[in-house]
């Protein structure tokens, strides 16, 4: 019962929080923010790092002002209630954008891998200098990164084939 609850509270809290309701107020010097959620306040000389990155990400309606300004602040629409800064960048709370950037992110890293885990391969071969064992083992490990790039790309479109196209699974469509 007290899990019904809460998630009802959670959803009315929800729908009565949507960016559609969030209205920005007319600057006055009443309502002047001291700091912003990049880490950006009045009156401070230096701009933090990534600062311009963050404030692209978080208000997207603010791009006019400089980074110069300490005037910033002034007028500063709400912040995007769909997107994060961290320090892996501007990450979104749509469950279909964020699986696409963190999907794009692992296949960074795993291609990568595969690449290096080639190039290793590639030099144990060229440097084999006719020793069978050593040429069989460049061999394998050049199979081998080529196979588990190949496993990694073909599961993930057997994954985005059944997601999509058969069970029609919201947020996986691109």
């Given at each position: 019962m007290i899990l019904y609850l809460s998630i009802f509270c959670f959803s009315v809290h929800a729908q009565s929080t949507s960016p559609s309701a969030i209205t920005t107020p007319a600057p006055t010097e009443e309502n002047i923010a001291n700091c912003d959620m990049c880490g950006?306040?009045?009156g401070q000389v230096e701009v933090p790092t990534n600062w311009a990155t963050c404030r692209n990400c978080l208000y997207p309606e603010a791009t006019s002002f400089p980074a110069e300004s300490n005037k910033t602040l002034i007028g500063l629409p709400q912040p995007d209630v769909n997107h994060y800064y961290t320090m892996l960048?501007?990450?979104?709370?749509?469950p279909g954008e964020f699986s696409l950037q963190i999907t794009k992110f692992f296949f960074s890293i795993i291609g990568g891998i595969a690449f290096l885990s080639f190039l290793y391969g590639s030099v144990i071969i060229a440097t084999s200098q006719a020793n069978a064992e050593r040429l069989n083992y460049g061999k394998r490990v050049v199979y081998a990164s080529?196979?588990?790039l190949l496993f990694v790309i073909f599961s993930t479109f057997l994954i985005r084939l059944i997601a999509?196209?058969?069970l029609k699974i919201p947020g996986f469509g691109g």
């Open positions: 950006f306040c009045q960048g501007c990450l979104s709370t749509n080529i196979a588990g999509v196209d058969i």
